[in-house]
């Protein structure tokens, strides 16, 4: 299969930016194929809808900037939604974890939650941000608004935090766990 169509599907799959050097590691490729892989996708991509997007030395798939009035549009019939199961069970992990990678939310709901944190960050409901422990990843966390449009100051106000929490964290010592057991 060529190297492109690959590092579309990965790119795909994962839904939030990812290094060359990690898509080398994954594909088993080196820098020159990767970067040659990279090119023909960019050119395969010319005509379609979809881009690849690079900042910082990492890559992503986004929307065509020609497209871009209709998928604001769309995001704002999506605001004006009420949350799906997936959002509403992703949300919460988030606010009882108060500090969670995608991996440890996959993990407790038992699928890949990509596109419903795409979905809350859009929605402004949580913040993602660099992981200090490991840069190459991204921990999700509440968002200032949706704090102050749940009534609390903090997350240690919502109900029932400690119980919650403590059952969340055992499910992500789980997940820790079984990653050292791979390695």
Known sequence: MDLE???EAIL???????????????????EEEINAGLEKLKE???????VLLENDGELTLGTAPELSDLIENLQKEELNKEL???S???LSIVLYKNGVNRAEIDYIRGVNSSFTLRALSVRGLVEKILDP?????????PSFELLSFMG???????????????SINIAAKNLEEGQRDEN
């Open 84 to 86: 799906s199961k997936a």
């Open 133 to 141: 422990k490991d840069n190459r990843r991204y921990i999700y966390k």
């Open 88 to 90: 509403l069970e992703t």
């Open 152 to 166: 609390v100051k903090s997350v240690e106000e919502l109900p029932d935090y400690t119980e919650v929490s403590g």
């Open 5 to 7: 169509k690959k590092i």
């Open 12 to 30: 795909f799959w994962k839904g939030e930016p990812m290094s060359r050097k990690k898509l080398s590691e994954v594909l088993k490729a080196g």
């Open 44 to 50: 395969n991509l010319k005509e379609r809808g979809v």
